[in-house]
């Protein structure tokens, strides 16, 4: 049984940063693609980072290329965000999210596996 556990989120002002922490429990950690996806009030949840088992490919959305670094450790099966330069429209629920399928990739439909999620909120 796979379970994420998502830490890390909370109250930053505009310009600062946060790091966000996934603990992946159930199954080989490193075999499987990982992301980060987002949604804030009204909106649609969307793709944010995505990251190889190996952690050699990276997947970034345009919105958050330059400021947000994803990383994993997979001898702690944890799974990193690192958020800088926030923005008040980086406001929104945190997901870390993992597929059934082995291989990379970071297409949304493919994330079966979800967190619980995490509050991120950046004040103007």
């Known amino acids: 049984q796979v379970q994420l556990v998502e830490s890390g989120g909370g109250l930053v002002q505009a310009g600062g940063s946060l790091r966000l922490s996934c603990a992946a429990s159930?199954?080989?950690?490193?075999?499987?693609?990982m992301g980060w996806f987002r949604q804030a009030d009204g909106k649609e949840r969307e793709s944010v980072a995505a990251?190889?088992?190996?952690?050699?490919?990276?997947y970034y959305a345009d919105s958050v290329k330059g400021r947000f670094t994803i990383s994993r450790d997979n001898a702690k099966n944890t799974l990193y965000l690192q958020m800088n330069s926030l923005k008040p429209e980086d406001t929104a629920v945190y997901y870390c999210?993992?597929?059934?399928?082995?291989?990379?990739?970071?297409?949304?439909?493919?994330?079966?596996?979800w967190g619980q999620g995490t509050q991120v909120t950046v004040s103007s």
């Open positions: 999210a993992t597929g059934a399928s082995l291989g990379w990739y970071h297409e949304p439909a493919l994330y079966v596996f």
């Open positions: 159930g199954r080989t950690f490193r075999r499987y693609s």
């Open positions: 990251i190889s088992g190996t952690g050699d490919s990276r």
